[in-house]
């Protein structure tokens, strides 16, 4: 290869990398999140996605919504199925046996019922593509090309997190999540209601995710399968650190340039095992990821 | 003496009509007046498009054969199970009908890598396969004696014939080629080399993940070849978003895909964003004309009277329906050549012998001894996002088995 080539796969998989990786970023967010309050990974994340991906189609193309009503029921049903869920579901699990793996097994079995509500519908029978709401047409960045709905992508991803962030660290109850992630029992002493905080996360979870498919749906098309998206958003999460936010941003802007320029310098038969390259290096080199912080025997 | 030769007439009569019926009833599905056939197709589903209006195709065709009076006065009577091509679901489907509805033999299988899972099954039974549309190559090389497939085509010739288009009518030197790193992927991708190897063309070879989401790399590397063609052997999803990638990316040489590559033209230009994509555009095809094209109107019009309210929905037929036909048919000439006492062996037997053309397919319907895959022949179409015209001539893989 020589070096005008390397150069252009550089910057054209750096390019690609950081839009993708937006997105991956985002449902490592919307992951983290969650685990950082609950302690439990949730396993349907891809397709609380992939079905808020299809009621936007559903709204915007089959039923002719506007677009701003589209994005707002979206978010509304996303925000209300997954705090719904979280009350109505793994609450009940929590009272009854109180096993994390319960409530890992119950968030897989949200995951099957989403996609096979998905699947009764019809509309994920083949590949279908959500209207992009930006245009895309190309626009060179040094030698990389880049179209307007990447760019809107990744801008909308980047003012998402900022505004989680914000959430988190400065109002009060992002500050009630991290109380209820550090110590329940304290918190609600401290006069936390946990079930309300725990239904906002899940809640707020399901939102990221929403605006993770409707800004991803137009570039990757969408399938009852697309959830499997979220496998790199764990990769994400992990490489990240789990239980740190930021890790998770930077676990999924990692996780897609290292996707790219695998595929660029490697093999494109490489880019499917890179994320767990990726896990792996991260894990022996730093095994709490990244951004982790230093192992501690939790208290109990 | 007269007397003697009627009892001995009258008692010869009564052994050979004891053992003949001794034979027809050993042999399950069989009854003096009818023949059971064991279909499975994914009737539900993701994947419902590759099959359930090719097994409606296949049902209508055997409803014909008992409107003109069954095969030699045997009726066909059809159970139908839903295998949603998925290997567990088939695999339940098929020893369902050979175990509990004792079909005489199965007609099914519409995704290759479900219906390869029942392969060890039916051979183990001595059970007569006929595919429905899957390709089947798994199941179909190395050749056994019970099963036959590719009636749609074998994903060898696929692989073949697209570049034998590519060289023969675009005239391409250097091919950028894009197939999957799975089974798929490396059959299309052999007879690919078999033909670039004797048209003295170049291949640039990219293999991808089917569940790809980011085809910035591969494409990337395939313009870098600055080939003549973009060929593109993969699933409908990939294909789109690599067809969308070389509109983004300023690509403007042919762009050839694979008949694996979409269910829906209509549903691909959506996909990749516009007609504007499509400006040198040919998908594959295996049917012996455009779809509804003169040549196969009457399978349209039969699916349309067959089935009045499934062909006002807007989705109906599916673009695969016709594949359905000449499984069907290549069972009705077998079950036909293995005369009124017909046994599972002696369908075999026919079966291998099997030789017409459909005219349905692009090419004919050649099993022998040796050769278990159906057609080997494509056509090709071009196609701008609206209008679809047949590119002349047969493109066919140059790709044979050899043990």
């Known amino acids: 290869m020589d070096w005008s080539l390397f150069w252009l796969f550089a910057q054209q998989g750096l390019a690609s990398g950081i839009v993708v990786g937006s997105v991956y970023a985002l449902l490592a967010l919307a992951i983290v999140m ?11 994340q891809g397709e609380v996605f992939m079905a808020a991906g299809y009621l936007a189609l559903f709204l915007f193309v089959f ?47 949200l995951s099957y019922i989403l996609k096979g509500l998905v699947r009764r519908t019809g509309f994920g029978d083949t590949p279908r593509s959500f209207p992009a709401l930006v245009g895309t047409d190309s626009i060179m960045i040094g030698q ?72 991803i749906s137009p570039k990757i098309l969408m399938t009852a399968d697309m959830g499997s998206i979220v496998t ?54 730093r095994p709490q990821g990244l951004f982790g912080g230093k192992f501690a025997i939790k208290k109990v | 003496m007269t007397m003697t030769r009627r009892l001995f007439s009258t008692v010869a009569f009564g052994l050979a009509a ?90 099914g299988g519409s995704c290759s890598a479900a219906v390869v899972a029942a392969k060890e099954y039916v051979v183990r039974n001595k059970m007569p396969l006929v595919m429905l549309n899957a390709s089947g190559d798994g199941a179909l090389y190395p050749p056994t004696d019970y099963i036959f497939g590719a009636f749609s085509i074998s994903q060898y010739a696929v692989g073949g014939a697209i570049v034998d288009f590519a060289a023969k009518n675009l005239g391409a030197k250097k091919i950028a080629y894009i197939n ?4 798929y992927g490396a059959w299309n991708l052999e007879a690919s080399k078999v033909d670039a190897e004797q048209l003295k063309v170049e291949l640039a070879v990219e293999s991808v993940a089917p569940a790809i989401n980011d085809v910035t790399a591969p494409f990337l590397k395939l313009r870098a070849a600055n080939p003549d063609a973009l060929v593109i052997v993969t699933y409908a999803r990939p294909a789109a978003l690599i067809i969308k990638k070389a509109h983004e990316m300023g690509f403007t040489k042919p762009i050839i895909l694979s008949v694996t590559g979409t269910a829906s033209l209509s549903q691909l230009a959506d996909n990749v964003g516009g007609k ?24 349209y019009d039969m699916y349309k009277a067959a089935y009045p309210d499934l062909a006002a929905k807007p989705d109906h037929p599916q673009t695969y329906m016709p594949y359905g036909i000449p499984s069907a048919m290549a069972i009705a000439k077998a079950l036909e050549a293995a005369g009124p006492e017909p046994t599972r062996e002696k369908f075999l037997a026919a079966m291998k012998k099997t030789n017409f053309d459909s005219g349905v397919m692009a090419g004919p319907v050649v099993f022998s001894e040796t050769e278990r895959a159906a057609n080997k022949a494509t056509i090709f179409i071009k196609y701008d996002g609206t209008n679809k015209s047949l590119v002349p001539g047969v493109y066919t893989s140059r790709w044979k088995y050899k043990g």
């Open chain 1, 34 to 44: 969650i685990f950082k309050t609950s302690e439990v990974p949730n396993f349907a």
């Open chain 2, 18 to 107: 004891t053992v003949s019926g001794a034979a027809l009833a050993q042999e399950p599905g069989l009854t003096r007046t009818s023949i059971k056939i064991g279909m499975f197709a994914p009737l539900s589903g993701a994947n419902m498009a590759y099959g359930f209006d090719v097994a409606n195709a296949a049902k209508m065709y055997f409803d014909k054969i008992n409107k003109d009076g069954g095969i030699h006065g045997r009726k066909i009577e059809v159970v139908l199970e839903d295998d949603r091509c998925n290997a567990n679901d088939l695999v339940a489907a098929v020893k369902k009908l050979v175990e509990q509805d004792q079909v005489f033999l199965l007609n």
């Open chain 2, 276 to 299: 504007d994509a499509l400006k040198n555009f040919y998908i594959q095809d295996v049917l012996a004309d455009l779809p509804g094209g003169p040549k196969i109107k009457w399978v």
């Open chain 1, 232 to 285: 790199m958003a764990f990769a994400a999460a992990i490489v990240g650190g789990f239980s740190s936010l930021p890790g998770a941003v930077v676990g999924g802007f990692i996780i897609g340039i290292v996707e790219n320029f695998v595929g660029l310098f490697i093999s494109s038969r490489a880019i499917a095992v890179a994320p767990f390259a990726a896990i792996m290096l991260v894990l022996i080199i």
């Open chain 1, 63 to 109: 039923q002719g919504q506007p677009v701003w009503l589209t994005v707002a029921v979206t978010l509304v049903v996303s925000f209300l199925a997954a705090a719904l869920f979280r009350r109505g579901v793994l609450r009940q699990v929590a009272l009854a046996s109180g096993s994390p793996v319960n409530l890992v097994i119950a968030t897989l079995g």
């Open chain 2, 180 to 183: 999957h790193d799975d089974a």
């Open chain 1, 144 to 215: 990389a090309s880049v179209t307007r709905l990447d760019l809107a992508i990744l801008a909308a991803a980047v003012a998402v997190m900022a505004f989680v962030f914000w959430l988190f660290a400065y109002t009060k109850v992002g500050r009630a999540m991290r109380a209820v992630g550090m110590n329940p029992k304290a918190a609600q002493l401290m006069g936390v209601n946990l079930e309300k905080i725990h239904m906002l996360v899940w809640g707020l979870s399901g939102v990221v995710s929403a605006i993770a498919a409707l800004l």
